[in-house]
């Protein structure tokens, strides 16, 4: 029997949120679209909510209504993308920030930051600094999370099963040899598949080398594992539904997450009860070996021989309606605006101002 909204805890009063968006990652325009979204739909359940862009200070109800109409903008090119961060870090000081007047009176800070110090436990640190009550994962579980590397590392000695790998410091010669082509080329701190490239040959691999190097130093190669993509949110201590991702493109890259029509996105998964309890049980393990808690999303392929492959835990899950962890919610029993009450909480109660 599919779960209901009656399933979840009650709440019985408002709160007082801020809602953290924006920032200077290359994923500000995923960030604004979540953090909008998540504005609104708090104010549906009757919550007082602040929106704040962390780069640029306060927003009105006029600045929020033309994000939510904009919608998530495709990257920026990346030279032109370090003037832009440049700008916004200029305008923005996130410390004093938060003794704006208008966050005065407020009881949690709800991070809908994706990339860079909002989801890599920089912004957390500052948080927990100013002694402030907030949403999600600590600066250990949004550090660790964010670094695929050592969180590959970490499922390799829990025992969860994930994708062989190398870091940028092996030779091309040796990332053939020992992982094959076709082979995942990334950056290990990025998120929303920036930087990311399937290398199908040397000349590809040479090129994606190039690619993921526009956004950060270090290279992670990973084997490439073909099958079916599949993803598990927590919420507290429960696991949402399995859901199944089937992308138009030969990879779920930032157009098919973003770009409406170029993904089906399938909740709950059409796959056996056993195979869906497994994915749930280890989306747990791996939820509690990161040291996340409140909310997460863990991301698998299942094999061709029904092996299950661990890809990668995100902290700060995209979080507009349509995202995935919201999907899930709302095949879990938990409605967009219900989810986001109850990520705000669990934060609440797990510092006793419940």
Not at 115 to 120: F, I, L, N, P, Y
Not at 128 to 133: A, H, K, N, T
Request: hydrophobic share 40%.
């Amino acid at each position: 029997m599919n779960p209901t909204e009656g399933d979840w805890p009650p709440v019985h009063r408002s709160f007082r949120v801020a809602v953290l968006m924006g920032g200077i990652s290359n994923e500000r325009s995923v960030s604004l679209a979540s953090g909008t979204q998540v504005a609104r739909a708090l104010r549906s359940r009757g919550h007082q909510v602040v929106a704040v862009d962390t780069a640029r200070g306060v927003l009105t109800h006029d600045d929020e209504a033309r994000i939510l109409e904009t919608g998530v903008a495709p990257p920026p090119a990346r030279e032109q993308t370090g003037q832009a961060e440049s700008d916004l870090m200029e305008s923005g000081d996130l410390a004093s920030l938060l003794t704006d007047p208008a966050l005065r009176d407020v009881e949690v800070f709800f991070p809908a930051l994706h990339g860079g110090r909002g989801e890599d436990g920089t912004l957390q640190a500052l948080l927990e600094l100013q002694r402030l009550v907030y949403t999600g994962s600590d600066r250990l579980g949004c550090t660790l999370s964010m670094d695929k590397e050592v969180s590959k590392r970490l499922f390799r000695d829990a025992g969860i099963p994930t994708p062989s790998w190398l870091t940028g410091a092996a030779s091309l010669d040796q990332v053939e040899e020992e992982l094959g082509l076709p082979v995942i080329v990334k950056p290990p701190s990025g998120g929303s598949t920036l930087g990311l490239t399937l290398a199908h040959d040397r000349s590809e691999l040479e090129a994606a080398v190039v690619e993921a190097r526009q956004f950060e130093d270090r290279i992670l190669y990973e084997s490439y594992v073909r099958g079916r993509e599949l993803t598990v949110g927590v919420v507290g201590t429960r696991p949402l539904p399995v859901g199944e991702i089937i992308p138009a493109h030969e990879l779920f890259d930032y157009e098919c997450k973003y770009q409406p029509g170029l993904a089906q996105e399938i909740f709950p998964a059409s796959i056996p009860a056993q195979l869906a309890s497994g994915l749930q049980e280890l989306a747990l393990q791996v939820h509690r070996t990161l040291f996340l808690r409140d909310y997460s999303r863990v991301d698998f392929l299942v094999d061709e021989e029904g092996g299950i492959w661990c890809l990668e835990a995100n902290a700060l899950p995209g979080m507009t309606a349509n995202s995935l962890l919201p999907q899930a919610g709302e095949a879990g029993g938990l409605p967009f605006p219900r989810l986001c009450e109850e990520i705000v909480r669990l934060a609440l109660e797990r510092t006793g101002r419940l």
